[in-house]
């Protein structure tokens, strides 16, 4: 399976946009990048996948670049609630099964 | 919908005891996960059942462990015997499709 590269931590302002990147450079042409998070103290979320197109949807919007070698998650208006730790994910297909989760990035939000 | 049960919720018992962890999945998923999530090694998944029959246990660690899954609204995470680095938190999660959904956790203590 391929890897994934996050930065471990990032801050944001309340009210911001949070754009969270991810390296996997090593993907292949059937693996789906999927985003999850993990609010402290909880069961991870599932946010957005994608396999090439950008996605959107009501939680974030997911930029996959041309080459697939990269990808960021973007939470158009951050608030104090997305404070968790973003998981970047690639999958080898659309079930979303065998999930392999990395150390992930701890966004924080601050006022 | 109440989501992914899971019970205890916290757990603490002497080593070489016998530890149960339990879950109910979402009605009408058809996938089941169960995953174990420590400080050092993060968030691993351990088995993974489709349509009640185990597909994938290359995660669970050892023999101490096991997973049933007797029907499609219940399944177990077995540790006989349990040992102090059992310690963690596990997760059961539940999929019809691409997205996982994750119950609270089991927060487990041995002593």
């Known amino acids: 399976d391929a890897k994934t590269t996050q930065p471990p931590s990032m801050d944001c302002a309340e009210g911001r946009a949070a754009n969270l990147p991810c390296n996997h450079s090593t993907i292949s042409g059937n693996e789906y990048v999927y985003w999850y998070r993990q609010i402290h103290s909880q069961g991870p979320q599932y946010i957005i996948h994608g396999l090439k197109n950008n996605e959107t949807n009501e939680m974030a919007s997911l930029i996959i670049t041309e080459d697939r070698k990269s990808s960021t998650l973007i939470l158009p208006h951050a608030t104090l609630r997305d404070t968790a730790v973003y998981y970047c994910i690639v999958n080898p297909n659309n079930a979303g099964n065998m999930l392999t989760f990395g150390g992930g990035t701890r966004l924080m939000v601050k006022p | 919908d109440a989501g992914v049960i899971q019970s205890p919720r916290h757990e603490v018992t002497e080593m070489g005891q016998e530890v149960t962890l339990r879950c109910k999945p979402i009605s009408g998923h058809n996938s089941l996960f169960w995953y174990r999530q420590t400080m050092m090694r993060g968030l691993e998944l351990l088995i993974y059942?489709?349509?009640?029959?185990?597909?994938?246990d290359s995660g669970m660690p050892e023999d101490r462990f096991s997973a049933k899954m007797p029907n499609a609204s219940f399944s177990t995470l077995k540790i006989q015997p349990s040992e102090p680095r059992d310690s963690a938190v596990y997760f059961c999660a539940s999929s019809r499709r691409y997205e996982q959904y994750f119950g609270p956790g089991t927060r487990l203590t041995v002593t």
């Open positions: 059942f489709n349509n009640n029959v185990p597909i994938d």
